[in-house]
């Protein structure tokens, strides 16, 4: 298994660019999320997903949109980039929606993100 | 929603000693406290977590605490070795960590000095 992947690694966009951060896992969990995370703020949680079809927002949305048309996937869209969104994205899953020994919340190796 | 607040935002400890991370959070509701570390460069990765259900958990030299009364939880390390250097964050959640994401506190910086 491959796990969580992330790609881009590294992107450096200029303001009013769109662009996708793509995540891809493969050990059918249900549960995907995106979260951004700035010096000094923590991990914030940008959108989740709790199946194929289904997404919500989480604490800062804004600016950012997502999609689950299949269990694997959960891309993030920038559609119009802004120096604010400067910053390391994560996407993160696990199998169910509780937390168990067995089912904790796997990080993907993260996104680089650079607006100019 | 929920509020994660972590303290020190840096520690220093000699290496062999102690080191104690604090976490409080605000909704009493949430049940589900982990921590990940997160090394240099690196994805942050779980290292412990507890259950409303009960108030402390080891695993070798690390535990957690958990004062659901006073709503704060705190990580212990004990005989700290240099490859304990990293960024610690504490999370809580309702739901076990579910639907609703973790909430994050800010993160602490730990400095093992040799």
């Known amino acids: 298994n491959a796990g969580v992947t992330q790609t881009p690694k590294f992107q450096v966009l200029k303001t009013g660019q769109s662009m996708t951060l793509q995540c891809a896992q493969d050990?059918?969990?249900?549960?995907m999320s995106w979260y951004r995370q700035d010096p000094g703020m923590g991990l914030r949680l940008i959108h989740y997903?709790?199946?194929?079809?289904?997404?919500d927002q989480g604490e800062v949305p804004n600016g950012y949109n997502v999609s689950r048309s299949t269990t694997e996937d959960f891309p993030l869209r920038l559609l119009s980039a802004a120096p604010s969104q400067t910053s390391v994205y994560f996407c993160?899953?696990?199998?169910?929606?509780?937390?168990?020994?067995?089912?904790?919340?796997?990080f993907g190796a993260g996104s680089r993100l650079t607006v100019l | 929603g929920e509020n994660v607040e972590q303290h020190p935002s840096t520690l220093s400890v000699q290496e062999g000693d102690s080191a104690v991370i604090k976490c409080t959070y605000s909704?009493?509701?949430?049940?589900?406290f982990p921590w990940y570390k997160q090394e240099l460069g690196k994805r942050p990765q779980l290292i412990i977590d507890?259950?409303?259900?009960?108030g402390e958990k080891k695993d070798q030299r690390i535990a957690v605490t958990l004062n659901k009364t006073a709503k704060h939880f705190s990580l212990h390390i004990t005989e700290t070795q240099p490859e304990d250097s990293a960024v610690y964050f504490c999370?809580?959640?309702?739901?076990?960590?579910?639907?609703?994401?973790?909430?994050f506190g800010k993160g602490t910086h730990l400095i093992i000095q040799p």
């Open positions: 993160a899953s696990k199998r169910g929606l509780a937390s168990s020994g067995a089912n904790v919340l796997t």
């Open positions: 507890i259950r409303s259900n009960v």
């Open positions: 999370a809580a959640s309702r739901s076990g960590g579910g639907a609703d994401g973790l909430t």
């Open positions: 050990m059918n969990h249900e549960y």
């Open positions: 909704d009493s509701a949430s049940n589900y």
């Open positions: 997903s709790v199946g194929a079809g289904i997404t």
